[in-house]
């Protein structure tokens, strides 16, 4: 499908199981998309727990190549952050979404991106996953984020780790930490993608299929 963001629109895959619990917005990295194979084992686990899945491109095809040559856009998380803003309204609008509790997962530069959207629909948003991610490119929004978050992070990518550390002061509500150890930004290691996709199943799956109260614990 389409989703409409401002004067463009962005090319995306929706998953909806049978009696869905919810639905998980993914927001992607520098240089990535909504092919990247990473994120779609993660929707995979996600899928087959019981929640939808919108995997989307936050760049036109157009603004893609432009950004392979000047990197451009990647790091710009206002214009990534707005687009997935445009999704949360967008699955709002779909009859078969609306009444879904929304999640979010992003990646890398992508979960700034997500983070920034949780903080400007907050009353939408239930649970937020970050891989890998810069949460630290939201700045000042983070003091503005209640949405629960999950910050999953290589035991061996001590930059972001200690990046991560440093936004998960920074949160304004439920934050949780979680270390994989021996793995590196992109989990390549054995075993170390599945863990992670086991972290944002539970994380997601208790906060979107419970009653709704925000900041809960499983």
């Known amino acids: 499908m389409t989703v ?6 962005l090319e995306g895959d929706l998953t909806l199981p049978v009696k869905a ?3 998980v917005a993914f927001a992607h990295g520098s240089g990535s998309s909504r092919h990247s194979p990473r994120n779609r084992a993660v929707a995979a686990t996600l899928v087959h727990a019981g929640l939808a899945t919108l995997m989307l491109d936050l760049l036109t095809p157009g603004e893609e190549k432009r950004d392979l040559r000047t990197r451009e856009h990647r790091f710009d998380v206002a214009l990534l952050g707005g687009r997935v803003v445009a999704a949360i309204d967008w ?3 779909q009859d078969a979404s609306a009444a879904l509790p929304v999640g979010l ?3 890398s ?4 991106a997500a983070l920034l959207a949780a903080g400007e629909r907050p009353d939408r948003v239930r649970a937020l996953v970050s891989r890998g991610g810069r949460p630290d490119l939201a700045g000042p929004a983070l003091v503005r984020v209640s949405t629960p978050t999950l ?3 290589g035991g061996r990518d ?3 780790l200690d990046l991560n550390r440093g936004a998960a002061a920074e949160l304004a509500g439920e934050v949780r930490l979680e270390v994989v150890a021996g793995a590196g930004h992109l989990f390549e290691e054995p075993g170390a993608l599945e863990q992670v996709a086991r972290l944002a199943r539970d994380w997601l799956s208790a906060r979107l299929s419970g009653p709704g109260e925000r900041g809960g614990r499983p």
């Open 158 to 160: 001590e930059v972001v």
């Open 105 to 107: 997962f992003g990646a």
């Open 109 to 112: 530069t992508g979960a700034a």
């Open 91 to 93: 699955l709002g609008r």
């Open 21 to 23: 619990a919810g639905i």
């Open 4 to 9: 409409p963001a401002g004067a463009v629109e």
């Open 151 to 153: 910050l999953i992070v």
